[in-house]
C-alpha cells in the first residue's frame, strides 16, 4: 500500500484561475529486507512493505520468530530482489561465512552477494543460495 498525493496548482491569467493537471503518479515502491542472526545461522527475508522501515522490521520479527534473538539488517532492496550465498569455506571455518546482495533480478542479487563474501571467502564460489523478490 502507499499512499498518493496531489499538489495542485493554481495560477492566475486574467480574472481566471486556472489548475494545473496533478504531476504523474509515481511508480510504488516495495520494500524487502534481509536479516541475520550470526550466532543462530538464521536469516529471513521480508518482501513488499511500503517502507525500507517496515520491511526491516518484518525481517527483524521473522528471525526472531525462529526463536532467536540477535537478529539484525544485513541488507534492504527495492523493486527488486535480495539475496544470501554461504561460502563452501563456512564447512572448514565451522562458523557461516555469508555474503548479502540485491539486484533487479535474482541472479543479480546472487552475483553482488558473492562479491559481498569476506575477502577471498568466495573464490571457491559459493552455496547454498537463497533470495526473495518483491512483486513488480
Not at 496533478?22 to 545461522?41: F, I, Q, R, T, Y
Not at 534473538?69 to 550465498?85: K, L, S
Not at 557461516?96 to 571457491?124: C, M, Q, W
Request: charged residues 10%; glycine residues 10%.
Amino acid at each position: 500500500m502507499f499512499n498518493k498525493s496531489f499538489a495542485v496548482a493554481a495560477l492566475s491569467v486574467s480574472a481566471a484561475a486556472v489548475l494545473a493537471a496533478p504531476p504523474a503518479a509515481a511508480d510504488p515502491v516495495n520494500w524487502g529486507a534481509v536479516s541475520l542472526s550470526v550466532w543462530g545461522n538464521v536469516y529471513a527475508f521480508s518482501v513488499n512493505h511500503p517502507t525500507e522501515a517496515d520491511a526491516i522490521q518484518a525481517a527483524d520479527r521473522a528471525c526472531k520468530g525462529q526463536g532467536i534473538i540477535d537478529c539484525r539488517m544485513m541488507v534492504t532492496f527495492a523493486n527488486g530482489c535480495g539475496a544470501v550465498v554461504t561460502s563452501p569455506l563456512a564447512i572448514v571455518a565451522g562458523f557461516p561465512i555469508v555474503g548479502f546482495g540485491k539486484g533487479s533480478t535474482p541472479g543479480e542479487a546472487h552475483a553482488d552477494a558473492t562479491r559481498n563474501l569476506p575477502t577471498g571467502t568466495g573464490s571457491a564460489g559459493s552455496f547454498n543460495r537463497d533470495h526473495a523478490c518483491t512483486r513488480p
